[in-house]
C-alpha cells in the first residue's frame, strides 16, 4: 500500500506542474495573439489567422507518439530501477522532437511562397523576391 500511496502522490505532483504549464502556455499565447492583433489592427486582423493556418497543419505532423514513448519508457525504466536509462530516453527523445521541429520549421518557412499563392490564394502575403 505505501508503494501506491508514494506513486499516487508523485503522479498528482507530475499532473499539477502540466496543468500550471498548460495554463502559462495559455496566457503565452493569449498574450501574444493580443498583440498581434494590436499591432495588424483591426483591417488585417484576418491576415493573422490566415498566417496560422499553415503552421498549424504543420504541427499536426511533429505528433508521431514519441512523448508517450517517452512516458511509457521512463515510467517503465523507473518500475525496474534502472534509472542510467532514464537520462537516454530524456536525451533521444529530445533530440529527435528538436530535430523534428527544425526539419518542419525549414519545410514551412520554404513551403510558404508556393501556400501563400497557390494554397490560400493570398499572394500578397507571400514574401516579395524582387
Not at 13 to 29: C, D, N, P, R, Y
Not at 91 to 96: A, D, H, R, Y
Not at 115 to 120: K, T
Amino acid at each position: 500500500m505505501n508503494k501506491a500511496a508514494d506513486m499516487a502522490k508523485v503522479s498528482v505532483k507530475g499532473g499539477f506542474h502540466v496543468m500550471w504549464g498548460l495554463v502559462a502556455s495559455t496566457v503565452i499565447q493569449a498574450v501574444g495573439t493580443i498583440l498581434i492583433a494590436l499591432l495588424l489592427g483591426e483591417d488585417n486582423y484576418g491576415l493573422y489567422s490566415i498566417a496560422l493556418t499553415a503552421p498549424t497543419l504543420i504541427v499536426l505532423f511533429r505528433d508521431w507518439g514519441i512523448n508517450s514513448a517517452m512516458i511509457r519508457y521512463t515510467a517503465q525504466s523507473n518500475a525496474e530501477n534502472k534509472i542510467a536509462n532514464i537520462r537516454s530516453i530524456f536525451m533521444s527523445g529530445l533530440l529527435f522532437e528538436i530535430g523534428l521541429g527544425i526539419a518542419l520549421s525549414l519545410l514551412g518557412f520554404l513551403l510558404s511562397d508556393f501556400l501563400a499563392i497557390n494554397v490560400l490564394k493570398r499572394p500578397v502575403i507571400a514574401p516579395s523576391s524582387k
